[in-house]
Each structure stands twice: as C-alpha cells, then as structure tokens.
C-alpha cells in the first residue's frame, strides 16, 4: 500500500523568512516599502521620477526586469539610490532577490523604499516580497476594464494610480466602468488620476506615501 506524506509546510516558506526578515528590518528603521505593480507601459518609472521632483522625502528604488537596467539608469541621474534586479525572464521579483539589493541600499538615509515589480498584473500580486502595501498602476490606454480582469491585484492593492489621463480625450475608456469595477473589488482603495509628465495627480499621490510613512513610524 503507497504511503501518503502530507506536506503543510508552504514550499515558499524560505522565501517568506526574506520577506519577514525585511519587513522586520524596514519596521526597526521606520522605512516604509511600497511594492508596485503594474503592466509594461504603464508608466511606473516616469512616475517615480515625478515623485522625486514633488516629494520631501529621501527614497530609493528597486527596479524589476526582466533585462536591461535603463529603468534604474533614469532614476540614478536624478540622484536616487537605484538597484536593478534582471530576473532574466521570471515575471516577478521574489524577497530573496529583493533582500539582496535592500542590503545593498543607504538604509540610514531613506525614508520611502519603492519596490517597482516586473511589468505584470498577475504573478507579482502573488508574492510577499517584504513590502507594506501594494500600489497598483494601469494607464488609460490599457483600457478601462482592467480591475476585473485582474482581481487579485486590485482587491489588494492600498491605493490606484490611473496613470496617462492626458490621453483619455484620445481613447475609449469608460471612467464609470473602471470606478465601479474598482469599488465592487475594493471598497475603501484610494483611486488617483495622474498625469506624470505635467505633475497632475503627483501632489496627492505624494501626500498619501507621506501619510502612510507617517502611520507606519507612529506605530
């Protein structure tokens, strides 16, 4: 008779201990990690580089892709702590990468980490990689039917960013649509329209990171 072994331990259970070792570590220095998520185009990296010139506070970046390093090249230049991680086809960053570059970050000099995952809407939502809130990010062109194709993400997320507005007069997208998508998934999720390269939405977007920062060094 064949013998069954009953397995409860979670096969990703060594990468959760990068996670908690991280998240333990970021809690000590009173950094807040905000993980992002987004599709390629989205416009992630040109809305941290928006943050850098709106925000007070001191951050740093930790770029995922799956080749090339040019995303965290653009951030070096304006002067922001950047490490890139290829994962070199993988379709999300896992904490045991992730800790490698947080070690390698000026920890004493920050304030705000972001975590820019891979170009993807599934796979990195389904990963703890240290971080204390997800951000998810879709632009208009994507189309406005995104939250329920992609739930997981989403319903998890602390706050959208709907990036590129100043091209919604250009394509079809039903903002009614998209909102009450968003509501049904995630009642209480704060939605920002931005518009990076003319600093719309940007104010606001800084002033919820501050307020998270804030709650999370008040604890």
């Known amino acids: 008779m064949a013998k069954v072994y009953k397995i409860r331990q979670s096969v990703m259970a060594a ?107 599934v796979c990195p939502a389904e990963f703890d990689i240290g971080e204390d809130m997800k951000v998810a990010v879709s632009s208009v062109p994507e189309g406005a039917d995104k939250p329920l194709k992609y739930p997981h993400l989403f319903s998890e997320a602390k706050a959208v960013l709907l990036t590129k507005m100043d091209l919604a007069p250009y394509v079809p997208f039903d903002m009614d649509l998209y909102k009450n998508d968003l509501q049904h998934l995630n009642p209480r999720v704060e939605c920002i329209e931005i518009e990076a390269l003319n600093g719309k939405g940007i104010d606001r977007w800084v002033s919820l990171v501050e307020t998270w920062l804030k709650e999370k060094r008040s604890v």
């Open 15 to 121: 990468d959760e201990e990068f996670a908690r070792r991280m998240r333990d570590e970021s809690h000590h220095r009173g950094i807040l990690v905000i993980n992002i998520i987004g599709s390629p185009g989205a416009g992630k990296p040109t809305l941290l580089e928006a943050t850098k010139e709106a925000a007070s506070f001191r951050f740093a970046v930790i770029e995922g892709d799956i080749a090339t390093s040019r995303d965290a090249e653009r951030l070096s230049k304006l002067g922001v702590p950047a490490i890139q991680i290829n994962t070199h086809g993988g379709c999300h960053l896992e904490a045991n990468l992730v800790s490698k570059a947080f070690k390698e970050l000026p920890l004493e000099d920050l304030d705000v980490i972001f975590i820019e995952n891979v170009g993807n809407l």
